[in-house]
């Protein structure tokens, strides 16, 4: 048996061994996409050190897009805007009234729009580059993204909670505090803190994190199986297989904005829990 070929290219995310065919002699799991899916050499420097790699490449050209797109759009912008203007207007537009307006109000959510903006669009950019050929791969798929803007949203929650209703205040508000619970409330409050300061942060980012990871893997696991499968009478289920793949890229176009909305709604939904009121 044919141990999985993990390509020392940096920019190969389908690194398996094209010679393995149905009824070739060797099994689907030789093949099969794995850990090696999302693991990519250096592009500079080592693993033991500091290095840049694929999905640090596309992160970053990720971020010069969006930012380039913006300032295309609005850097000259004109009271009879043009269609990059257009599309640039509709899409801030969305996410301002769609997203900001809708859960935090228009009076306390107009200073975040930029903040939420930037993160809808970075994040369904990264989200993107799982179907754009050569980069093949959605940078959220690996956790230590989705984590770190998650973190950005926790530490802006956290601060803001502070901030509008001081340490008794933010304490109540963390914990749920509410006396009518008579002799349950230290449980709950317990419940509450942990729910609130622990588990939220965590289900933040998993949540998109999960969504592209198994997303991605079952796109490259439908492509792997049609060309697997692609030999004899084999090629049958090849052709069932590749409908597949079109089936999940394009189910995937739209999980990936989904997932961005979703994100940029949950940091909403925090910032407005850090702005309201405890009762």
């Known amino acids: ?51 840049f790699n694929k ?43 769609g997203v900001v307006y809708e859960t935090i109000g228009k009076k306390e959510g107009e200073k975040y729009v930029p903040l939420i903006v930037s993160l809808f669009f970075f994040v369904w950019m990264m989200n993107i580059w799982s179907i754009i050929p050569v980069a093949q791969f959605p940078v959220t798929a690996i956790i230590a993204y989705p984590a770190a803007l998650a973190a950005i949203v926790y530490v802006l929650w956290v601060s803001l909670t502070f901030k509008r209703h001081g340490f008794v205040g933010a304490f109540k508000n963390f914990t749920g505090y509410d006396k009518s619970l008579g002799a349950v409330l230290p449980l709950a409050m317990v419940i509450e803190l942990f729910s609130n300061l ?29 060309w697997y499968m692609l030999n004899g009478i084999g090629i049958a289920y090849a052709g069932v297989s590749f409908v597949m ?14 997932q961005a909305y979703v994100f940029v709604l949950l940091t909403c939904s925090y910032i407005q829990g850090a702005l309201a009121e405890h009762h």
Not at 204 to 225: D, E, P, Q, S
Request: net charge neutral.
């Open 55 to 97: 999905p640090m490449l596309l992160a970053l050209l990720g971020s010069i897009i969006v930012v380039g797109f913006f300032w295309a759009a609005f850097g000259r912008a004109k009271v009879i805007p043009g269609k990059l203007q257009m599309v640039g207007e509709a899409g801030y537009d969305f996410v301002r009234r």
């Open 245 to 258: 793949t079109i089936v999940m890229t394009a189910f995937e176009l739209f999980i990936q904005a989904v």
């Open 198 to 226: 622990l588990v939220r942060p965590f289900t933040h980012a998993v949540r998109l994190f999960a969504n592209m990871f198994a997303g991605h893997t079952l796109i490259v696991l439908f492509t792997i199986a049609s």
């Open 1 to 51: 048996m044919k141990e999985p070929a993990v390509s020392a290219d940096p920019t190969q995310t389908l690194a398996f061994d094209s010679s393995c065919h149905l009824f070739s002699g060797c099994g689907f799991g030789t093949v099969a996409p794995g850990l090696h899916s999302f693991l990519f050499e250096p592009i500079w420097g080592n693993t033991n050190g500091l290095y």
